[in-house]
Nanobody, 115 residues
């Protein structure tokens, strides 16, 4: 069983920045993909960014050039640096890890972009 704990959400003005962190604990294989998803009110959960164990990344078109995903394998932690935030980035952000026999989610952290 894998446990994910997210942190770093909050309220930020448009154009501002936030950094989300997600620490994984439990039985984790070194080969895994970690990612961030988000869900805005009344909308489906959507992919924001993924990073493989070899640090290959993939981003949603809506965040390319503004968000950066990274990971620290020694700490089993994934980060999401968010810059140039827009009101439409407002959502609950969820961390996810996928590996052999594993597909776990964090509890979510609220990000609100508003003046």
């Amino acid at each position: 069983q894998v446990r994910l704990v997210e942190s770093g959400g909050g309220l930020v003005q448009p154009g501002g920045s936030l950094r989300l962190s997600c620490a994984a604990s439990g039985s984790i294989f070194s080969i895994n993909t970690m990612g961030w998803y988000r869900q805005a009110p009344g909308k489906q959960r959507e992919l924001v960014a993924l990073i493989t164990g070899g640090s290959i990344t993939n981003y949603a078109d809506s965040v390319k050039g503004r968000f950066t995903i990274s990971r620290d394998n020694a700490k089993n932690t994934v980060y999401l640096q968010m810059s140039s935030l827009k009101p439409e980035d407002t959502a609950v952000y969820y961390c996810n890890i996928k590996s052999i026999g594993i597909n776990s989610w964090g509890q979510g952290t609220q990000v609100t972009v508003s003046s």
